[in-house]
């Protein structure tokens, strides 16, 4: 999901990808950043900051994010936190109307191939 011609992760504003959270530490890779690659089945593209309802509805589809699991290294999230979602469940957030708002400079490119930069635009919380 990176461009081939250069290897660096790029967002979806075609700068140099930031980092969406060190804590809690996320990206599929651990990594702070919504890297993906071949191996990220889910996608992980979208930084969020998460809200209370958002929480309450991913828990509803089976993907419990507020239990913390030590042993997984995961603390559990809060609101407020930023963490990277997969595309496609910020997809259907957006289609339930509890679509967490999203760092554009710390999402992933490959978020394109979801959403359209316009609609993602509605829901940045770093644009000036």
């Known amino acids: ?22 804590r ?8 702070s950043c ?10 992980h593209v979208v930084c969020v900051r998460v809200t209370a309802e958002f929480l309450a509805f991913s828990q509803s589809r089976g993907n419990d994010l507020s239990t913390p699991h030590p042993d997984f290294g995961f603390p559990g999230l809060k609101p407020g936190d930023c ?3 997969c595309a496609l469940r910020w997809v259907e957030a957006l289609q339930a109307g509890v679509a967490p708002r ?6 992933h490119e490959a978020m394109l191939e979801y ?6 635009k509605k829901y940045a919380f770093d644009l000036n």
């Open 24 to 31: 809690p530490l996320t990206g599929f890779y651990r990594d």
């Open 115 to 120: 959403v359209p930069l316009a609609e993602l």
């Open 102 to 107: 999203l760092a554009l400079a710390a999402t």
């Open 83 to 85: 963490w990277c979602l």
């Open 34 to 43: 919504c890297n993906s690659g071949n191996d990220d089945a889910g996608a």
């Open 1 to 22: 999901m990176q461009r081939d011609s250069d290897n660096i992760p790029r967002n979806v504003l075609g700068g140099l990808l930031q980092p969406c959270s060190e």
